[in-house]
Structure formats: C-alpha cells, structure tokens
C-alpha cells in the first residue's frame, strides 16, 4: 500500500543527501547539494535557520547523543562540529585528504567518527574537533558507519567490523558486487542493517556474533537504513521509503511521493515520524 506524506519541506535548491532528528525529535538537520545545511522544526516543518556550512556537498549529518551540538561532513574532506542552539561552529576538521561520506558519534558522544573516500575512519574529540586516532579499515573508499557500544561498522566495497576503542579489525565480509552503501545498528546494539544500494539488498547481522542473519531482496535499491526507536522495524529508501519487519523480512509499509532517488532516511525518536531526504530537492514527513 502506497501512503503520502504529511508534509514536504522545500528549501534546499539542489539534491538533499543526508539528514538526522535530534535526540529531542524537535528539530530535522538536512544537508545537501547546495552545500547548505538546514535546521527545520518537527512536526510543522518550518525552517528555523540556514547554514552555508561547506564548500561542497554536505554528505553526512549527525547528532551527538545528547543533542547538543551536531556535525557535518562533506565533499569539501571537512569535518565540522556545530552548537546546536545557535548554529555557530564550534570546530573545523580538515584531517581528510578526500570527500567524507559518513559520521557516526560514540554512543557516550565523546568521540566523532569519519569515514572518507581517502580510505581511512578519523577519531575525533567532540566538541573540541580534536583529531584522536586514525584507523584504516582496508575496504577502501569508506561509504558508511555505525557505531555500538565497543563496535564500529565500516561499509564501502566490503563490510569491515572494528573493536572500539583500539579500531582493530574483527571480522570483513566481501560478498558483494557494488558494495554497502547505509548501516545502522538497532537501539540495543544487538542488530546491524547493511543496505546494498544498487544490490537491492537488505542485510541483517548478528553485531554480538558477527554473524549474518539474514537478507531481505528487494525490487528498490536500497541507499539508506534506520531503526526505528523501539527495534522492531527498519525503514528503507531508494525509490520509496519502505518499513521491514526484520523478523519476517517482510515489508509491511510503502511510501511514495518522491520523484527522484532518496538518499537518506531518519526515524523521530518518539517513532512518530519517518523522514526522508531526496535528490528531488525535498525532504518529506511521514507519519509512522
């Protein structure tokens, strides 16, 4: 069954390539093509405030698990930390020598994790900026990351688990033909999603015994995952938002409206809402 959103935000003037809700549910941070961020309020989607924040695509944006500041990485090989009451920067990473296409905070949120087509994961201290430690996860171009309680994933042309806080190898898994594109880990850490992208294929692991436990084909690339707030679902998207039930492997919500690829997907931590970020220039509100 296909549904319609409850509210699109219209704002960025080029593709929107990566959003995240704050830990509050009260704002949606969106970054795009136009090298912009943008901080709309939830549910009413109105935007609070733009930010010239790089000079090239914003292709990473993450909250720090308080809600305090959040970061952005781009195309620019920047990585920035930002107060997120006023938006003002707090710190400017350029440790990256190319594009960064992912960020994940430490679940305690002191330390920020960057992944980059420079190959390499920097450690940095937030909200200080300060560069900690640099891992090499050897999968190359690194295009997504998850961070758990002692483990960090890494996807690119392979997936990479790494132990934290030392960012030793545990285990990689090769059986791909485009590679992962979008990971996320369950609430409790427990579960690991891994979306394929132009594979159509959703993967579930097993994060405490590294194990894959499953896989879900789909008919829709698969570019971004989430979980929602209480573990039970994982939402999807690629041409559509879609909702899985990753016991069954089901689909059991379909959402349509954009009218081009969707980038990135994002769950309310309340479970209200699912968002979505598009290359039609739109982000959209879903009701959950």
């Known amino acids: ?14 593709g929107v390539l990566a959003l995240a809700f704050s830990p509050c549910g009260k704002f949606l941070a969106t970054g795009g093509e136009d090298n912009t961020i943008r901080l709309w309020s939830v549910p009413d989607g109105l935007e609070i405030q733009t930010i010239k924040a790089h000079e090239g695509d914003v292709r990473a944006v993450a909250f720090d698990p308080d809600g305090d500041v959040f970061a952005s ?25 190319g594009p ?24 940095f201290s937030s909200p200080k900026g300060g560069l900690e430690k640099t891992f090499d996860p050897g999968i190359g171009d690194v ?5 758990a ?9 392979q997936l990479q688990f790494m132990e934290l806080p030392s960012g030793k190898p ?15 880990f369950s609430p409790d850490g427990k579960l690991l999603a891994a979306g394929t992208g132009m594979e159509k294929r959703l993967e579930i692991w097993c994060a405490e015994k590294l194990e894959l436990k499953g896989s879900i084909k789909d008919s829709d690339w698969i570019n971004c995952v989430t979980f929602t707030p209480d573990g039970r679902h994982i939402v999807t998207g690629g041409v559509a938002v879609k909702v899985w039930d990753p016991a069954t492997g089901t689909c059991v919500r379909t959402f349509e409206g954009h009218t081009d690829e969707v980038h990135a997907v994002d769950v309310s931590p309340d479970g209200k809402y699912a968002a979505s970020a598009s290359n039609d220039k739109t982000i959209r509100l879903w009701a959950l």
Not at 143 to 147: E, I, T, V
Not at 172 to 184: P, T, W
Request: charged share 20%; hydrophobic share 45%.
């Open 1 to 14: 069954m296909a549904e319609n959103s409850i509210k699109t935000l219209a704002g960025h003037s080029d």
């Open 100 to 123: 960064v296409n992912a960020l994940a905070f430490a679940p305690d949120g002191k330390l920020l994790y960057s992944g980059s087509d420079d190959a390499s994961i920097k450690v």
């Open 143 to 147: 295009k997504a990351l998850a961070a």
């Open 149 to 157: 309680p002692g483990l960090l994933a890494a996807g690119g042309v």
């Open 170 to 184: 545990l285990k990689k898994h090769d059986a791909y033909v485009y590679g992962v594109k979008a990971l996320a």
């Open 73 to 97: 990485g781009s195309w620019d090989k920047t990585v920035k930390i930002w107060r997120t009451a006023d938006c003002s920067t707090i710190a400017s990473a350029s440790r990256h020598s």
